[in-house]
Structures are given as structure tokens and as C-alpha cells.
């Protein structure tokens, strides 16, 4: 089993920085993907980001590209999202998720992540 622990949310204004880690403890050698989502009061879970175990493969919803930076240090089974320019659009509580396994095109997909956090609230202020 795996267990994944998010930290680092908070209140921050328009156009400020946050950045957000999840450590993964348990079974934690066979993790390959590991991702964040969203949730904002009533929609749907979305996708921010993800990243490979190999550094060189990361993917990002639109909304956030260019603002939001996914990264990991695997010997600390840690990953990381430092978010900048946020908006007030980017309020939500935001999950870290994981899998052994990365399914290709279905990367921003919540079901094709088996071990989830129990998020921390992003609140942006305009």
C-alpha cells in the first residue's frame, strides 16, 4: 500500500507563488506516475499535471502551462508543484495522485491513478 501526504497549500493573492509537495510512503519503489488535480466547490475533479519517473516527461492541462512547474526527487518520493501568476480561477483543494503504472493518453484521467492524498486547499485572492 501507498500513502501520499500533500502539504504546502494555503491563502495567497493574485499573482503570487505557492509551492506544493506530496510524499509518498509504504510501497513506494513501484511508483511511476505521480500527478496533481484539482477540485474547486462544485466541478469536477480536473488534471494539472503529471511526471514520469524519468525527469524528462511531463504533461500539464492548459489552464496551467507556462505558470505550473510538476517535479520529483525519486530518493525522497517526493514531488512537487510550484505554481506562479495564480489566479483566482486556480482556488481549489488540489490532490496528489499516483500509479505503477503511466497509461499513455489516459494520464489525465482520475481513474488511471490508484493512490491519492487527501489534498490541501489552494485559496487565491483577486
Known amino acids: 500500500q501507498v500513502q501520499l501526504v500533500e502539504s504546502g497549500g494555503g491563502l495567497v493573492q493574485a499573482g503570487g507563488s505557492l509551492r506544493l509537495s506530496c510524499t509518498a510512503s509504504g510501497r513506494t519503489f513501484g511508483i511511476n506516475p505521480m500527478a496533481w488535480f484539482r477540485q474547486a466547490p462544485g466541478k469536477e475533479r480536473e488534471f494539472v499535471a503529471v511526471i514520469r519517473r524519468s525527469y524528462a516527461y511531463t504533461y500539464y492541462a492548459d489552464s496551467v502551462k507556462g505558470r505550473f512547474t510538476i517535479s520529483r526527487d525519486n530518493p525522497k518520493n517526493t514531488v512537487y508543484l510550484q505554481m506562479n501568476s495564480l489566479k483566482p480561477e486556480d482556488t481549489a483543494v488540489y490532490y496528489c495522485?499516483?500509479?505503477?503504472?503511466?497509461?499513455?493518453?489516459?494520464?489525465?484521467?482520475?481513474?488511471?491513478?490508484?493512490?491519492w492524498g487527501q489534498g490541501t486547499q489552494v485559496t487565491v485572492s483577486s
Open positions: 495522485a499516483g500509479d505503477s503504472v503511466f497509461r499513455g493518453t489516459a494520464y489525465g484521467l482520475s481513474r488511471s491513478y490508484d493512490y
